[in-house]
């Protein structure tokens, strides 16, 4: 005989999300994911999922990593495309990287070379010339 627990579930504006825990008749569980909704007839129409016992711990691991990287704000989406060319993208700039960036500045450097001297975007280390003063202290 087919057993269930109480339904999990929420409201979702016109959906339903229905969360299952049944038996099969050999006494296997297994987890049913249904969505209800009303199409534009009003007629509820019904889809779902099925998860079996030996599926559960992959599909709830999947889960959570895809919950984990719905939830990053588009923020973090470009910082982290950002430092896989750029490392210190985004970070704080230490008193050392001052002084780096300063010495090589004052060397001559170009954007391009600062850019890959300190593991950041041009327009960054632009910014920071900008606020340290460099160009008039160097160049005026």
């Known amino acids: 005989m087919n057993t269930t ?15 299952n825990i049944r038996q099969t008749k050999k006494g296997a569980s297994y987890l049913n994911i249904n969505i209800s909704q009303k ?3 009003g007629k509820f129409k019904n889809k779902g999922i099925t998860v079996f016992e030996n599926e ?4 709830s691991m999947a889960l959570m990593r895809s919950v984990i990287n719905f939830q990053k704000t588009d923020k ?3 910082i982290e495309e950002a430092q896989k060319t750029f490392p210190n993208a985004f970070k704080s700039w230490t008193k050392q990287e001052e002084e780096t960036l300063e010495i090589n500045f004052a060397d001559e450097k170009n ?10 975007k041009e327009s960054a280390i632009q910014a920071r010339i900008v606020k340290l003063r460099l160009e008039e202290k160097y160049i005026l």
């Open 76 to 78: 973090e989406a470009r």
């Open 56 to 59: 559960m711990k992959d599909f």
């Open 111 to 120: 954007l391009t070379e600062l850019s890959e001297i300190l593991g950041r």
């Open 5 to 19: 627990q109480p339904s999990n579930y929420f409201y979702a504006g016109d959906r339903t999300y229905f969360f």
């Open 39 to 41: 199409d534009e007839t």
